[in-house]
């Protein structure tokens, strides 16, 4: 299993930022590594949406199946991963003295098929990599009038 754990201070207000967060759809503006967001239910937040998330990381494509299954309003989002690779996922904000710490856990698991342990091993540099450049876009485009 892959222990993946970033976190960025950013210079927004923690509303602007946890509305953006919330907003399920928009992901794919800040996050490289997700190309498409489809819904597979009637919900578009809270517990209980689901999603099929078309994710790239270089040569690698494949369908996350993703089910929010913790909604904290205003603080975190839990996501479980089913598909490909599977695990739990979890994005959180909290305003820090008029900025705004995000914090983004993933402990991810790749099938023996795909090299397992050595998969995750692997994986986890490239994959925070790719989430802290995620974080940086978020924030960038908050802070663009």
């Not at 800040?30 to 994710?55: L, N, P, Q």
């Amino acid at each position: 299993m892959a222990r993946i754990v970033v976190s960025r201070t950013m210079g927004v207000p923690w509303q602007r930022v946890w509305e953006n967060i919330a907003d399920l759809s928009s992901h794919t503006e800040w996050m490289r590594d997700a190309e498409r967001i489809v819904f597979t239910g009637e919900r578009r937040s809270g517990v209980g949406t689901r999603m099929e998330v078309k994710t790239v990381v270089g040569p690698f494509r494949t369908i996350d199946i993703m089910e929010v299954v913790g909604w904290d309003e205003g603080t975190s989002i839990e996501v479980v991963h089913r598909g490909l690779v599977t695990g739990r996922g979890r994005l959180s904000a909290a305003a820090a003295d008029g900025a705004t710490l995000v914090i983004w856990e993933e402990d991810l698991t790749f099938p023996w098929w795909l090299g397992g342990a050595l998969a995750a091993w692997l994986a986890r540099p490239i994959m925070a990599r790719i989430w802290e450049g995620n974080l940086e876009r978020l924030e960038a485009s908050l802070s663009s009038p």
